[in-house]
């Protein structure tokens, strides 16, 4: 989400002041100055990995306290939100909720830390404006597991015939033959089920006899 300035200041702040987008005009730059920010914010897009994250068009909570320091703008606080994913282990969908703390110094222009830091070492102010949205990406991504489970210990499906454990029962199994076996096992039932070992028996008493 990119912040661009207009001609008219006042119609700036209100466009842009909105989402993950935090105006700290107001705030000054008086070290020790804050403000408090309560805000909910609808996600454009889904937020987090491939099998589990924010979804879109998610109520995100934000609770934060913007702090005026002598290099920036100091973020602290918590950000709320519900989740779905996709259990790894028995693939059925879930839901849960995640908070996150965040602690993110956000440079001024002109100060020594934005000097004195690459661009992808620290986030920075620009035209006096937060962008809370990448800040909010990386730590969802680095707070969701890439395995994630629906229960902690979800017990999966069954390698067998592939049903959830979970609903098959604490009796659920499968008989399992020794291949070496299988072959003499199909033929005792194949000649079972058309008499043919029956007749063979039979024939087998009367000769001994």
């Known amino acids: 989400m990119s912040a661009q300035s ?24 008086a070290p020790g100055s804050m403000k ?12 987090g990995l491939e099998m589990v994250g924010i979804p879109a068009g998610a109520q995100v909570e934000l609770d934060l306290t913007l702090q005026a320091v002598s290099e920036g703008v100091l973020v602290t606080g918590t950000v709320s939100a519900p989740i779905e994913g996709e259990c790894s282990r028995c693939l059925e969908s879930f839901t849960d909720a995640i908070e996150l703390r965040l602690t993110e110094l956000f440079a001024y222009p002109d100060s020594v830390t934005e000097q004195t830091t690459e661009e992808d070492e620290i986030h920075r102010l620009v035209d006096d404006l937060i962008d809370l ?8 991504g680095l707070e969701l597991p890439l395995q994630p489970l629906c229960e902690p210990d979800c017990p999966g499906l069954c390698p067998e015939c592939g ?43 009367s000769e001994e006899k």
């Not at 029962?169 to 072959?183: N, V």
């Open 6 to 29: 207009g001609s008219n200041p006042r119609h700036r702040r209100q466009a842009t002041d909105a989402g993950f987008v935090l105006d700290v005009r107001s705030l000054g730059r």
């Open 163 to 205: 049903v959830r454990m979970a609903i098959a029962g604490s009796d659920h199994g499968h008989e399992i033959l020794d291949p070496r076996w299988a072959k003499l096992a199909s033929l005792a039932v194949q000649n079972g089920a058309d008499g043919t070992g029956a007749n063979q028996s039979a024939d087998s008493d």
């Open 133 to 140: 949205e990448p800040v909010v990406i990386d730590a969802v």
């Open 36 to 47: 408090q920010v309560r805000r909910t914010v609808t996600t454009d897009a889904k937020i």
